[in-house]
């Protein structure tokens, strides 16, 4: 699921030992410099950091469950410089349920933000030109998406984002909603979402941030997963994007996501 073809760059790099460092980082919870600062890597570089990283992680028995989007956002885009979204892939201890409570000193600059999540009913095969992930979507969601960049200060550049797979730490999934219900009464593009820390309100958008529609962003996810040679069987969970800014978790805190017509859903720290 996590294999890349390697660039002609990647062998004056030592990939594995790059993810190992980041994959050390997140262990630890200790911040590293910046890659790029020392390393020269594309973009296909990077992702093949990211892919070892990942294998690392299924190596020690954390299967992948999933993949995430990022730079979903125009303005977020626009702000790293980049005109295409970038996936990364979810395993199984990133998984949080709802409600619980979770000790927030794992992380080293944790964030949180709402997303809508699909789960997949049926492979998608990406070998096939005429595959369509919207025909493959069983369920829909609200979640939550807790980022951690790995690196010194909560700074990177895209491929050190790429690397380090998409600042992805956790996330938390509301109740599953049929999808062909929900697709017949609501319209995906035009959902209010909310953003709570305990009784305030932190952020507020709409999905139409997300892509213009969680639904083009299932499809970016699609031509992500063929580009960089990723795989979407049944059961797959594909986060969105974030319909809003992202906010510091911090301990006592008590987060709500909420997004309208998909429901609630809450996480402790």
Do not use: C
């Not at 979204?85 to 619980?100: C, K, N, Q, T, Y």
Request: net charge negative; glycine share 6%; no cysteine.
């Amino acid at each position: 699921m996590t294999s890349l073809q390697a660039s002609e760059s990647e062998a004056s790099l030592d990939v594995r030992a790059l993810a190992t460092s980041l994959y050390e980082a997140a262990t630890t919870t200790t911040a590293i410099e910046q890659l790029s600062l020392s390393h020269h890597m594309t973009l296909a570089d990077a992702y093949a950091v990211q892919a070892s990283g990942a294998q690392l992680r299924e190596q020690r028995g954390d299967r992948v469950v999933g993949v995430k989007l990022g730079f979903t956002s125009k303005a977020k885009a626009e702000q790293m410089g980049v005109s295409d979204v970038i996936i990364g892939v979810l395993h199984e201890s990133m998984r949080f349920a709802p409600d619980s409570v979770s000790d927030v000193s794992q992380w080293l600059h944790p964030r949180i933000e709402p997303e809508v999540a699909f789960r997949l009913g049926s492979d998608v095969d990406l070998a096939d030109p005429d595959a369509d992930i919207l025909g493959a979507v069983s369920d829909v969601a609200a979640a939550l998406e807790i980022i951690d960049s790995r690196y010194e200060n909560f700074k990177f550049s895209l491929t050190d984002v790429v690397a380090d797979n998409t600042s992805a730490a956790g996330f938390v999934l509301g109740d599953w909603l049929p999808y062909a219900d929900v697709a017949a009464r609501l319209d995906l593009a035009d959902l209010d979402v909310t953003l709570d820390v305990g009784d305030t309100r932190a952020e507020s958008g709409n999905t139409v941030d997300i892509l213009g529609s969680p639904l083009a962003a299932l499809q970016a996810a699609q031509r992500m997963a063929q580009t960089y040679n990723l795989e979407l069987p049944a059961g797959s969970i594909v986060l969105a994007g974030a319909a809003t800014a992202a906010v510091w978790l911090t301990a006592g805190s008590e987060i709500t996501a909420t997004v309208s017509g998909l429901g609630s859903v809450r996480f402790k720290v």
